[in-house]
C-alpha cells in the first residue's frame, strides 16, 4: 500500500504499519500463544514423569514451588514465571499421600486461574478417588465432588489414563481425554514375554472379562475368567450383600409386607477356560491391594498354568503389596508409571515399569495445537 504523505511527514497509517510496531504485535501474538508445563508437586520421585514428557516436547518444566508449611500443613504454590495468556498443562502424579496431591493441584489451578493463563489443563495419569464413582449405602459419590472442585479452581479441561470406569467422564463439565495404556501393555507382551503365543489373557473376575477380551482378541490368544471368590474383600463388604438385614424388623407401616431380599453369595472360586500348560496373563486397571491377584495366581497354578503375569496401568501397589508379590506365585508384575512406585520396585524386583510419557506428550502437542486426539485412539476397542 502507497504511504500517503502530508507536509513531508508520514502518515498515522504508516506509522502503524511500520516494521518496528508490527513486529513487536506479532512477538506478542506469539506469547499468548505459548503453552508451560507444569508440575503440581516438587518431590523428586512425582516430578520424574513430569520431566520425562517436558523432554519429549522439547520444553523446560516451567518454574515453580510446591511445599507444605512446616507448622501448620497448609499446601503453598509459588509460580515463578508469567503465564498470562497461554495454555498451561499441569502435571499431578498421585503418590501415596492423595489428599496433599488434590490439594496442590487444586490450589496450582487456581493460582494459574488469578494470574490469567488462557487455558488449563490437568495432566492427571491416575485420577484420585476414582473407585468411589458409585453410591454405596450412605456414602457419597466423592468423584462427582472432586470433579467439581477442579472445575471450580480453574481446571478448563483434564488429560487422564484408564478411568475406573469411563462413566466418571460425565461428572465434568469440560473435555476429558480418557487415553488407553493398553497398547503400551500389549507391545510388552509382545517383546518381553517370551512364547507369548502360548498364553491365555486372564480377568480376576467378570467385571474385567471385557477388558481381557479386548486384550484376547488384538493378541489373538485364548481367554480364561475367574468366577467366585477365595475370601470376603473389603469392596464386596460394601456393596449391600448384608443390606437390609435378614430379620425382618419392621418400624414403619405394620400393613407393609414387603417381599423378604436374600443376601448376595459368590459362588467358591474357580476358572472358566482351559490355562494349563499356559502361560497366564492377568489384566487389569489398577492394582492396588493385592490379595486378589495373588488368590488367582494360585487359583492359577493349581489349574495348570506354569508362568503368571499381572499387567495393570495404574500399580498403587499399597500395604504389602511388594512383599505379598515376592511371596506369592505371580513371576512378574507389569505397571505403567502414572503412578511413582519406585520404592516397591525396590522391596521387589518382580514389578516392571512401562513408560507412557510418549503419549501423554503428544496429547499436550495435539491439545495446544487444536489439532484432532483420534489419532491416539486409534485401534482402541471401547472395552479397553
Same mark, same amino acid.
Given at each position: 500500500m502507497p504511504v500517503r504523505r502530508f507536509g513531508g511527514h508520514r502518515s498515522l497509517v504508516s506509522q502503524y504499519q511500520s516494521p518496528k510496531l508490527s513486529y513487536g504485535y506479532t512477538k506478542m501474538n506469539i506469547a499468548r500463544g505459548g503453552y508451560r508445563v507444569f508440575s503440581a508437586n516438587s518431590s523428586t520421585a512425582c516430578t520424574e514423569l513430569a520431566q520425562k *514428557?517436558?523432554?519429549?516436547?522439547?520444553?523446560?518444566?516451567?518454574?515453580s514451588v510446591v511445599y507444605q508449611e512446616s507448622d501448620s500443613g497448609e499446601t503453598r504454590v509459588d509460580v515463578k514465571e508469567s503465564v498470562r495468556g497461554q495454555d498451561i498443562f499441569i502435571i499431578q502424579t498421585i503418590p501415596r499421600d492423595v489428599n496433599t496431591a488434590v490439594m496442590e493441584l487444586l490450589v496450582m489451578a487456581y493460582a494459574l486461574k488469578t494470574s490469567c493463563a488462557k487455558n488449563i489443563i490437568g495432566v492427571i495419569p491416575y485420577f484420585p478417588y476414582s473407585k468411589q464413582c458409585k453410591m454405596r449405602k450412605r456414602g457419597s459419590i466423592v468423584c462427582k465432588l472432586l470433579a467439581s472442585m477442579l472445575a471450580k479452581a480453574g481446571l478448563t479441561h483434564i488429560i487422564t489414563m484408564d478411568l475406573h470406569q469411563k462413566e466418571i467422564q460425565g461428572f465434568f463439565n469440560f473435555p476429558v481425554d480418557n487415553l488407553r495404556a493398553s497398547p503400551f501393555l500389549i507391545q510388552y507382551i509382545q517383546e518381553e514375554i517370551p512364547n507369548y503365543r502360548n498364553a491365555v489373557i486372564v480377568a480376576k473376575s467378570p467385571s474385567a472379562a471385557k477388558r481381557a477380551q479386548s486384550y484376547?482378541? #488384538?493378541? #489373538?490368544?485364548?481367554?480364561?475368567? *475367574? =468366577?467366585?471368590? $477365595?475370601? =470376603?474383600?473389603?469392596?464386596?463388604? $460394601?456393596?449391600?450383600?448384608?443390606?437390609?438385614?435378614?430379620? #425382618? $424388623? *419392621?418400624?414403619? =407401616?405394620?400393613?407393609?409386607?414387603?417381599?423378604l431380599m436374600m443376601a448376595k453369595e459368590k459362588p467358591p472360586i474357580s476358572v472358566v477356560g482351559d490355562v494349563g500348560g499356559r502361560i497366564a496373563i492377568i489384566v487389569d486397571d489398577i492394582i492396588d491391594d493385592v490379595e486378589d491377584f495373588v488368590a488367582a495366581a494360585e487359583i492359577l497354578k493349581e489349574?495348570? $498354568?506354569?508362568? *503368571?503375569?499381572?499387567m495393570a496401568t495404574h500399580g498403587l501397589l499399597s500395604a504389602e503389596a511388594p512383599r505379598l508379590i515376592e511371596e506369592s506365585a505371580i513371576d512378574e508384575v507389569v505397571v505403567t508409571n502414572t503412578v511413582p512406585h519406585e520404592v516397591q520396585k525396590l522391596q521387589c524386583p518382580k514389578i516392571k515399569t512401562v513408560d507412557v510419557s510418549m503419549i501423554l506428550a503428544e496429547a499436550i502437542r495435539r491439545i495446544h495445537n487444536g489439532e484432532s486426539m483420534a489419532y491416539l485412539f486409534r485401534n482402541i476397542a471401547m472395552d479397553d
Amino acid at each position: 500500500m502507497p504511504v500517503r504523505r502530508f507536509g513531508g511527514h508520514r502518515s498515522l497509517v504508516s506509522q502503524y504499519q511500520s516494521p518496528k510496531l508490527s513486529y513487536g504485535y506479532t512477538k506478542m501474538n506469539i506469547a499468548r500463544g505459548g503453552y508451560r508445563v507444569f508440575s503440581a508437586n516438587s518431590s523428586t520421585a512425582c516430578t520424574e514423569l513430569a520431566q520425562k *514428557i517436558t523432554e519429549r516436547l522439547g520444553v523446560e518444566l516451567g518454574k515453580s514451588v510446591v511445599y507444605q508449611e512446616s507448622d501448620s500443613g497448609e499446601t503453598r504454590v509459588d509460580v515463578k514465571e508469567s503465564v498470562r495468556g497461554q495454555d498451561i498443562f499441569i502435571i499431578q502424579t498421585i503418590p501415596r499421600d492423595v489428599n496433599t496431591a488434590v490439594m496442590e493441584l487444586l490450589v496450582m489451578a487456581y493460582a494459574l486461574k488469578t494470574s490469567c493463563a488462557k487455558n488449563i489443563i490437568g495432566v492427571i495419569p491416575y485420577f484420585p478417588y476414582s473407585k468411589q464413582c458409585k453410591m454405596r449405602k450412605r456414602g457419597s459419590i466423592v468423584c462427582k465432588l472432586l470433579a467439581s472442585m477442579l472445575a471450580k479452581a480453574g481446571l478448563t479441561h483434564i488429560i487422564t489414563m484408564d478411568l475406573h470406569q469411563k462413566e466418571i467422564q460425565g461428572f465434568f463439565n469440560f473435555p476429558v481425554d480418557n487415553l488407553r495404556a493398553s497398547p503400551f501393555l500389549i507391545q510388552y507382551i509382545q517383546e518381553e514375554i517370551p512364547n507369548y503365543r502360548n498364553a491365555v489373557i486372564v480377568a480376576k473376575s467378570p467385571s474385567a472379562a471385557k477388558r481381557a477380551q479386548s486384550y484376547a482378541e #488384538r493378541l #489373538r490368544l485364548g481367554l480364561a475368567v *475367574i =468366577h467366585g471368590e $477365595a475370601h =470376603h474383600s473389603e469392596s464386596d463388604m $460394601a456393596d449391600g450383600r448384608h443390606s437390609p438385614p435378614l430379620s #425382618r $424388623a *419392621i418400624t414403619g =407401616h405394620t400393613g407393609l409386607e414387603l417381599p423378604l431380599m436374600m443376601a448376595k453369595e459368590k459362588p467358591p472360586i474357580s476358572v472358566v477356560g482351559d490355562v494349563g500348560g499356559r502361560i497366564a496373563i492377568i489384566v487389569d486397571d489398577i492394582i492396588d491391594d493385592v490379595e486378589d491377584f495373588v488368590a488367582a495366581a494360585e487359583i492359577l497354578k493349581e489349574r495348570g $498354568a506354569y508362568k *503368571i503375569y499381572v499387567m495393570a496401568t495404574h500399580g498403587l501397589l499399597s500395604a504389602e503389596a511388594p512383599r505379598l508379590i515376592e511371596e506369592s506365585a505371580i513371576d512378574e508384575v507389569v505397571v505403567t508409571n502414572t503412578v511413582p512406585h519406585e520404592v516397591q520396585k525396590l522391596q521387589c524386583p518382580k514389578i516392571k515399569t512401562v513408560d507412557v510419557s510418549m503419549i501423554l506428550a503428544e496429547a499436550i502437542r495435539r491439545i495446544h495445537n487444536g489439532e484432532s486426539m483420534a489419532y491416539l485412539f486409534r485401534n482402541i476397542a471401547m472395552d479397553d
